[in-house]
């Protein structure tokens, strides 16, 4: 079989909320030269009826026992067999024209490897929270890179190839996989967000508890102190590292009134 022009790369743990919005999302695209690669990661609920429940060949559902969102999304990227893969949350959309103006400006620009677009952001009810615009050009996704992550993961488009050339995500990471690997893509390639909308990401209460926010607040410092080790950065960027690892000392319901304040 000829390889697809796009795999995208879903992982899903207990998702029977929102999996099929989510799948059929990708399946009705315009650009339908496309497989779903969707990891089921250990769910007890009706996730793995409803992904059976799908009549299209471009799905590939794969089952394994709970391990994390890293290596079911390793899991994925190893049966990818497109030039280009995209990814999205179980629990996230994406707006029928995103993969086919991802993929028009990726064939436009062969330089860029890494490119994302924004997004918009819903509760559970459907209604409009925000619109996230992440920088658009490679130097200004460079210099916010080391201080925060400026990609939506569900809406990010790469060329396999690179990712598989810089290892994929790193198991290591419980959180933050994105943010790291976005760091080591950086190395061998240029970035672009498209300024478009092209994803709708859902907020969900209380999926953020303490314990994974501290996980994550640890993963970005360490995946940051790495990249200036490894010389991307120059030295001084470490006060970068050393941010979120001060503010792991901040009380989580005090973090998030100082991320409300900061974002308006």
Sequence with gaps: MAAPAVSVLVGVHNGAPWVSRAVESVLGQTLADLDLIVVDDGSTDAT???LAAVRDSRLIVERQSRTGLTR???????RARAPLIARLDADDVALPARLERQRAFLEGHPDVGLLGTAARVVDEADRELAVIRPPEADPAI???LIRRNPFVHSSVMARRALVEQVGGYDASFPVAQDYDLWLRLSAVTRMANLPE??????????????????ARLRSEARARWRAVRRGQFPPWCVVFALRPALALAVPLPLRRALRRALAR
Excluded at 72 to 78: Q, T
Excluded at 198 to 208: A, D, E, H, M, S
């Design 72 to 78: 079911a999304l390793n899991r994925a990227l190893a």
């Design 197 to 214: 909308p092209l994803v709708i990401r859902r907020l969900i209460p209380g999926r953020v508890t303490a314990e994974r926010d501290s």
């Design 48 to 50: 793995p009826t409803l």
């Design 142 to 144: 460079r210099r916010a």
